[in-house]
């Protein structure tokens, strides 16, 4: 019984019928159940001469707890025998409330296993009646007992619902001087003795659920009925919604540790054949069964060692997917972050990329972004200080925080190396799991291996067997673009890849990963990816593209120089020195929304209205009206 699994234990309580005020069975079951699993079992009568019993299980002899999972036993009748397909199953409680029910038994013995919670962390209540009435929840109210939170196995579609809808509930009582009493359809209708008898009264019970302005409407209801003078209204009760702002210390953190101890699940089928029909050494073997291309392997083994280094690139806690450029792979491990990791907050540069606000609001909506703070406005310099503070204050175990690897967007500002190594000891000691994002490797200095020295200190720091056990985060992200600085911008080519603690497997995080992979593109680009393990692969040709990548970081580099200059030379008002102490692609200009709407207007000057000016759009010929322009809306 101790390892039985959800399904098994769940098609238990489904062959019980326990519809309202016939729970005796179900319960009896659990308070066995839960005793072969080590549990004190109390079954409370819910009045003093009721044989209708909750049922209370807790460790030891402590019957007060940090948190109480709470579900109910009864379902609405009539009772629905289980039946199953091979992946889904039908009956009365399936998903109201046996589904939840045998779910956090579950929960709760592998937390157990893996000695993550203690006896007086977590305790079971499971009720009567709460389909009619709700008898058995109220009588837990006498239980004498409190909990930090409670968590109540229902529908919720799999996420946590902090809080509940409204409730109204009122009855119509309908009547007619030339038919008599009429019905409709409603929740439940009663009156009369026979369907052949004319009744002599009639009501209608109703009942309206609502997430917000209940108040509005109750007198949407109040005035449907005014309208009809044969119809009574009663109200019985209301109550509204309610949400709740209720921060339990160590709640959040009752998540998932170390991304190491996901399962392995199985490749979606296509996948898994084309990576048998690889394996296959038979010489004659033919492969019918493909359909799609799940991307290109030699790939992902060049873009990890040119973002890690080969050493750090062979590591067995690293796993690499392609995705559709560094978009793709900040989208892919914002929704794996926020389904598998389940963080409260998620950390951003105040100011970032635009695009980070979008795709977390997008694909993890019930993660709250925060802010922290990253450039001074008044030195134009990093606010090193203010950022530590922030993480220092606010951000909790397994929280996310965004860091871009190198030339900084929109900043171009990075920290230091002693900076960053600052950062890493934070990030390790408050166990924050870290996305980077490396979009322009190359571009700040000119060098590959330099711009990923953020990314390889914190591996170092943090992932490897000398690293503290204690100061090991759950994981870490990499989104690498490779679309610019192989100028392959329209071909979206780029790459995730997930580090786990050391001496652990990512194979289970990669296998969900992959089905994310699966749903949303089904298989990544071939061609530009060819390409850049082709120039990776070749040492002639990956010696021209370093040195390409330099020449590029040279020109933006000129670039800077130059435009200082000559904003000097005119006596543009302002210290600039800021412009060419910055690095990589852009430019953070000081400028005001005001000035840039200025200068698009009276001089067709365009960049973005926080004042980040790429670059790449400057050249030897323009670089002169630019700065005149700049000048004058000054």
Same mark, same amino acid.
């Given at each position: 019984?101790?390892?039985?699994?959800?399904?098994?234990?769940?098609?238990?309580?489904?062959?019980?019928?326990?519809?309202?005020?016939?729970?005796?069975?179900?319960?009896?079951?659990?308070?066995?159940?839960?005793?072969?699993?080590?549990?004190?079992?109390? *079954?409370?009568?819910?009045?003093?001469?009721?044989?209708?019993?909750?049922?209370?299980?807790?460790?030891?002899?402590?019957?007060?707890?940090?948190?109480?999972?709470?579900?109910?036993?009864?379902?609405?009748?009539?009772?629905?025998?289980?039946?199953?397909?091979?992946?889904?199953?039908?009956?009365?409680?399936?998903?109201?409330?046996?589904?939840?029910?045998?779910?956090?038994?579950?929960?709760?013995?592998?937390?157990?296993?893996?000695?993550?919670?203690?006896?007086?962390?977590?305790?079971?209540?499971?009720?009567?009646?709460?389909?009619? %009435?709700?008898?058995?929840?109220?009588?837990?109210?006498?239980?004498?007992?409190?909990?930090?939170?409670?968590?109540?196995?229902?529908?919720?579609?799999?996420?946590?619902?902090?809080?509940?809808?409204?409730?109204?509930?009122?009855?119509?009582?309908?009547?007619?001087?030339?038919?008599?009493?009429?019905?409709?359809?409603? %929740?439940?209708?009663?009156?009369?003795?026979?369907?052949?008898?004319? +009744?002599?009264?009639?009501? +209608?019970?109703?009942?309206?659920?609502?997430?917000?302005?209940?108040?509005?409407?109750?007198?949407?209801?109040?005035?449907?009925?005014?309208?009809?003078?044969?119809?009574?209204?009663?109200?019985?009760?209301?109550?509204?919604?309610?949400?709740?702002?209720?921060?339990?210390?160590?709640?959040?953190?009752?998540?998932?540790?170390?991304?190491?101890?996901?399962?392995?699940?199985?490749?979606?089928?296509?996948?898994?054949?084309?990576?048998?029909?690889?394996?296959?050494?038979?010489?004659?073997?033919?492969?019918?069964?493909?359909?799609?291309?799940?991307?290109?392997?030699?790939?992902?083994?060049?873009?990890?060692?040119?973002?890690?280094?080969?050493?750090?690139?062979?590591?067995?806690?690293?796993?690499?997917?392609?995705?559709?450029?560094?978009? %793709?792979?900040?989208?892919?491990?914002?929704?794996?972050?926020?389904?598998?990791?389940?963080?409260?907050?998620?950390?951003?540069?105040?100011?970032?990329?635009?695009?980070?606000?979008?795709?977390?609001?997008?694909?993890?909506?019930?993660?709250?972004?925060?802010?922290?703070?990253?450039?001074?406005?008044?030195?134009? &310099?990093?606010?090193?200080?203010?950022?530590?503070?922030?993480?220092?204050?606010?951000?909790?175990?397994?929280?996310?925080?965004?860091?871009?690897?190198?030339?900084?967007?929109?900043?171009?500002?990075?920290?230091? *190396?002693?900076?960053?190594?600052?950062?890493?000891?934070?990030?390790? *000691?408050?166990?924050?799991?870290?996305?980077?994002?490396?979009?322009?490797?190359?571009?700040?200095?000119?060098?590959?291996?330099?711009?990923?020295?953020?990314?390889?200190?914190?591996?170092?720091?943090?992932?490897?067997?000398?690293?503290?056990?204690?100061?090991?985060?759950?994981?870490?992200?990499?989104?690498?673009?490779?679309?610019?600085?192989?100028?392959?911008?329209?071909?979206?080519?780029?790459?995730?890849?997930?580090?786990?603690?050391?001496?652990?497997?990512?194979?289970?995080?990669?296998?969900?990963?992959?089905?994310?992979?699966?749903?949303?593109?089904?298989?990544?680009?071939?061609?530009?990816?060819?390409?850049?393990?082709?120039?990776?692969?070749?040492?002639?040709?990956?010696?021209?593209?370093?040195?390409?990548?330099?020449?590029?970081?040279?020109?933006?580099?000129?670039? &800077?120089?130059?435009?200082?200059?000559?904003?000097?030379?005119? %006596?543009?008002?302002?210290?600039?020195?800021?412009?060419?102490?910055?690095?990589?692609?852009?430019?953070?200009?000081?400028?005001?929304?005001?000035?840039?709407?200025?200068?698009?207007?009276?001089?067709?000057?365009?960049?973005?209205?926080?004042? &980040?000016?790429?670059?790449?759009?400057?050249?030897?010929?323009?670089?002169?009206?630019?700065? &005149?322009?700049?000048?004058?809306?000054?």
């Amino acid at each position: 019984m101790e390892n039985q699994s959800v399904v098994t234990l769940l098609k238990q309580l489904m062959e019980i019928p326990s519809t309202s005020e016939e729970e005796n069975a179900i319960g009896i079951f659990l308070e066995q159940h839960l005793q072969l699993l080590g549990y004190t079992v109390e *079954r409370i009568p819910i009045s003093p001469d009721s044989t209708r019993c909750n049922v209370y299980a807790y460790i030891g002899s402590s019957r007060k707890t940090r948190v109480c999972l709470s579900s109910h036993m009864d379902t609405v009748p009539p009772h629905i025998p289980l039946h199953e397909t091979t992946d889904t199953i039908y009956g009365r409680g399936a998903c109201d409330d046996k589904g939840p029910l045998a779910a956090q038994i579950i929960a709760l013995e592998e937390l157990r296993r893996e000695n993550l919670v203690q006896p007086d962390d977590a305790s079971l209540l499971f009720v009567v009646g709460e389909e009619k %009435g709700g008898p058995g929840m109220l009588a837990a109210n006498s239980m004498g007992l409190t909990w930090d939170a409670m968590i109540f196995g229902e529908p919720t579609e799999g996420k946590l619902a902090v809080g509940h809808k409204g409730h109204f509930v009122f009855e119509l009582f309908p009547s007619s001087e030339i038919i008599g009493p009429s019905t409709f359809h409603c %929740g439940q209708i009663s009156g009369g003795v026979g369907y052949n008898i004319l +009744a002599a009264e009639c009501t +209608a019970l109703c009942a309206v659920r609502v997430a917000s302005d209940l108040p509005l409407v109750e007198r949407l209801v109040e005035d449907a009925v005014s309208k009809h003078e044969h119809i009574r209204l009663e109200k019985k009760f209301l109550y509204p919604e309610l949400y709740l702002d209720h921060d339990v210390p160590g709640l959040w953190k009752m998540t998932l540790k170390n991304l190491g101890n996901l399962p392995v699940i199985p490749l979606p089928e296509s996948f898994a054949l084309t990576a048998a029909y690889s394996d296959d050494p038979f010489p004659n073997k033919v492969n019918l069964g493909q359909g799609v291309y799940p991307g290109d392997s030699k790939f992902l083994t060049k873009a990890r060692e040119l973002l890690f280094g080969p050493q750090i690139a062979s590591s067995e806690n690293i796993a690499s997917l392609q995705t559709v450029a560094g978009t %793709g792979a900040n989208h892919l491990a914002a929704i794996f972050c926020a389904r598998k990791l389940c963080p409260k907050n998620v950390f951003i540069s105040d100011p970032t990329w635009d695009n980070h606000h979008l795709i977390w609001k997008e694909a993890a909506p019930n993660v709250t972004q925060k802010l922290y703070p990253y450039y001074d406005p008044s030195t134009r &310099r990093l606010n090193f200080e203010g950022m530590l503070a922030k993480l220092e204050s606010s951000a909790e175990e397994n929280d996310v925080v965004i860091l871009h690897a190198c030339a900084h967007n929109p900043t171009g500002i990075d920290p230091t *190396r002693e900076q960053w190594k600052k950062i890493a000891e934070v990030v390790g *000691r408050k166990k924050l799991f870290v996305v980077f994002d490396c979009a322009y490797q190359g571009f700040a200095s000119g060098h590959a291996d330099a711009d990923a020295w953020a990314i390889r200190e914190f591996y170092s720091m943090l992932f490897t067997e000398s690293s503290s056990s204690s100061s090991t985060p759950a994981g870490m992200f990499v989104c690498q673009s490779l679309s610019k600085n192989f100028g392959l911008y329209g071909e979206r080519i780029g790459a995730l890849h997930l580090i786990t603690p050391s001496s652990t497997s990512p194979e289970g995080a990669r296998a969900h990963l992959v089905q994310l992979v699966r749903a949303e593109i089904s298989c990544p680009s071939l061609f530009g990816a060819r390409i850049v393990h082709t120039v990776l692969d070749d040492a002639e040709l990956r010696s021209k593209w370093q040195e390409d990548v330099r020449i590029m970081a040279l020109r933006i580099k000129s670039i &800077r120089a130059l435009l200082k200059s000559e904003l000097e030379r005119i %006596g543009a008002q302002g210290d600039w020195c800021h412009i060419e102490q910055q690095i990589g692609m852009f430019s953070f200009t000081g400028l005001s929304s005001a000035q840039v709407q200025e200068l698009r207007e009276k001089h067709h000057i365009y960049m973005l209205s926080n004042g &980040r000016m790429s670059l790449s759009g400057l050249n030897e010929s323009n670089v002169v009206y630019v700065a &005149r322009a700049i000048k004058d809306v000054l």
